[in-house]
């Protein structure tokens, strides 16, 4: 029985709570003051403490910098100065923040003074354990960061990701706090999770005058995890200034990585900077250091050409190289050849500059180059980078994109003055195969997951996209019986066999049956719901009768869809999915369409069975525990489900 006593002053309470979050987040005291102090102190202290959005009072009001509301809810309302809570800032939600990680965060030195001297802890972290001397490293709040130091602030604290507050003083070009940090003896060599330096930090945001700093203070030229150094990092960045200043330190790299480093310019400075001549002088200068001393370093020997790179081999002899700016496209490619050479598969910027000049290609017309640049990526992602990884879902977001736009615009004139052609049918099975092989290891990945902690947004994502593909292939399917019909049946079979679940455990026929899955929206061509990809999966043996987590079968979701497409339902109807199926809210394929125009296009007669009215009298009469008692195990799911 619901005690309404009860939950009438539940609201009244959180009503309450909301007006004094509301006033100490505007830094409305006098507000405050006339609602908190005719109360009783218990209910004042349960105010204060309440989280209403996310976070307390006194975590708004140091969030936003209002000082004498802060004072007034800790001194006189006895607040708790570290329960945290969450805040935005440069639209970031920031998890488990603690008062004082915001008053240093936002640079409100009064109310960091005022928490520390009340007893606030100095080294308190979020939830991603960011402290607040860490924050006020970030935005270069360097009075917050003297008096956080002074008061007891640990400077080696580093966060989840194991940057540390000179790591990010120096990411961030604050001189005068990574001065400070050195003279409070941070380790200048410290390397986070991922093998990166305070000095690679430098190095990849272009501060100069922080990096020669760090020299002085005996940073060492260390690898990270892709084996970058600091000097090779300048390098991918085009921070020019950097790599001069570190070429011109031979006690620190050698004879190779000045070579490294000066081809790895050259390539940025034309795919980055898209400056021909400056990568050519680069590209010089590292053929001198390979070929004009005694010792000679050649290039190594040439790996199998690359299709997609155009069969493009490096130059490896110096008086070729003046012959490449007769011809751009060849440029671009030594470029693409370079970085894979001397960064590898595994690192981000090879995949990133190859779907980069692609994406070129395609804007000039050219879809065959970028299909066949894209498709190299991808597998290079694939076969380096772990299941659901957000890179190739974006690769394969991007093919889902293009191949929508080539279908919608085929024959049509880009603005280069070349016609958008046909797109063929291979290519995007080609995708859609990868794409197969990317749900079911993400799948496999996630089975490993206990379920509490599972998070399927991932995987929702990868198979929407995926199903996206199957939408375009089926549009215009091929005569059956053909070799190229059953390839793309036998590929629509292999991803339902899969039988990956989506959000609210929603599988593939459901998924594309439903109103959320506006994933490729900016084409029409490629929209669900698709009548042909329906067709596809039920031939191919997708259960018409799958329930997912909300009890929603395909046909719950056809009957809630905007706009209603009655020829759907019937496809679903006809491939035997049962009418008077009911959700957890008890709603049937009927009752959700009472509204509906043309309901009575489907005549539900047609679709009941004797079964199925049989069932129906079972529920009826019989109540839920008695089910198990009275119907057979092989009945028992069916009877469940009317």
Known sequence: MIDHHTMGRHDKKMDFALIVYNAARDGS?????????????????????????????????CRNGHYDVAEYLVEKCGADIEQPG?????????????????????GHIKLVKLLVRRGANVNSTTKTISTPLRAACFDGHFEIVRFLISNGADIEIANRHGHTCLMIACYRGHIQIAELLLAWNADVNRKSVRGNTALHDCAESGSLEILK??????????????????????AVTGNTDIVEYLLGIPELITRKERIDAL????????????????????WKRAMDERYRRRHVI???????????????????????????????DDMRMQALVIRERILGPAHPDTSYYIRYRGAVYADAGRFDRCIQLWNYALDMQQGMLEPLNPTTQSSFFSFAELFSFMIGEE???????RRVPPVNRSEILNIFLKAIVEVRQGKQLLDKVPLRERDVSSLNRILLITLHLACLMTRDMPPEGTQEYEAIHKAIYDLVKINAKGKEDRDALQLVHSDDVALVGRYPICKFHSPHLTTALLKVGADVNSRDRNGNTALHWVAMSSPWRPELAIALLDAGAHIDTVNKDKKTFKCLLRNKQNFYSINPLKYVTLTCLAAKVIRRWCKEEQLDEIVPDHLRSFVKMH
Not at 268 to 278: E, F, L, N
């Open 411 to 417: 024959g049509r004139q880009t603005s280069r003055g």
């Open 263 to 282: 081809e790895l310019l050259g390539a940025t400075y034309v795919d980055k900077k898209r400056d021909m001549v400056g990568a050519l002088s680069f």
């Open 298 to 328: 050649p290039k190594p020997k040439p790996q199998m050409p690359v299709q997609a790179y155009d069969c493009v081999q490096e130059i490896c002899e110096p008086e070729e190289l003046d012959e490449l700016l007769a011809d751009p």
């Open 29 to 61: 005291l006098h507000r405050l003051k006339r609602f908190l102090e005719r109360r009783e102190k218990h209910e004042v202290e349960v105010l204060v403490g309440t989280t209403t959005h996310g976070a307390t009072p006194l975590v708004m009001a």
């Open 213 to 234: 700093l760090l020299i002085e203070h005996k940073a060492q030229m260390d690898v990270d995890s892709y084996g970058m150094t600091p000097l090779l990092a300048a």
């Open 86 to 106: 969450s805040v935005v800032f440069d639209g970031e939600t920031i998890e488990g923040a603690p008062p004082l990680w915001c008053a240093a965060a936002a």
